[in-house]
């Protein structure tokens, strides 16, 4: 399914249906500034499957955690005092990234695994 988006100008039904998709373990792509990315809920661990298969990324390399709060972040990572100390000083706007994740289920949204669509990064 492609669905279209006017990045100036959203269209609400296609953003809330590629929030379905999320809610629903699937994998969303997206194009950004320099990549596209691909993009599961990081809290259900079929989902992060799914992204490390269609990346034929090895199991043990990171993946990119963005967050909007260092809470929602807790809820699909693990962060150390250290790294908690990183997150805070180092926010920019409302998107934080961490690595390190930690699979638990945990109910919310808007917290994504995210990497680029490309097989090397």
Do not use: N, W
């Not at 691909?38 to 967050?67: C, F, H, N, S, T």
């Not at 709060?69 to 807790?74: D, F, N, V, W, Y």
């Not at 693990?78 to 930690?102: K, P």
């Amino acid at each position: 399914m492609v669905l279209r988006v006017d990045a100036r100008d959203p269209d609400p039904v296609a953003m809330s249906r590629a929030a379905a998709i999320l809610r629903d373990g699937g994998l969303v792509a997206f194009p950004t500034d320099t990549v596209y990315g691909l993009a599961v809920d990081p809290r259900q661990d079929d989902a992060v499957e799914r992204l490390y298969d269609a990346k034929g990324r090895e199991r043990g390399m990171a993946i990119p955690l963005i967050a909007g709060r260092i809470e929602q972040a807790l809820e699909a990572a693990r962060l150390g005092a250290r790294e908690r100390r990183l997150a805070e000083a180092f926010r920019i706007g409302r998107r934080m990234r961490f690595a390190d994740h930690h699979r638990r289920q945990v109910r919310g949204a808007q917290i994504l695994h995210c990497t680029s669509a490309d097989s090397t990064g």
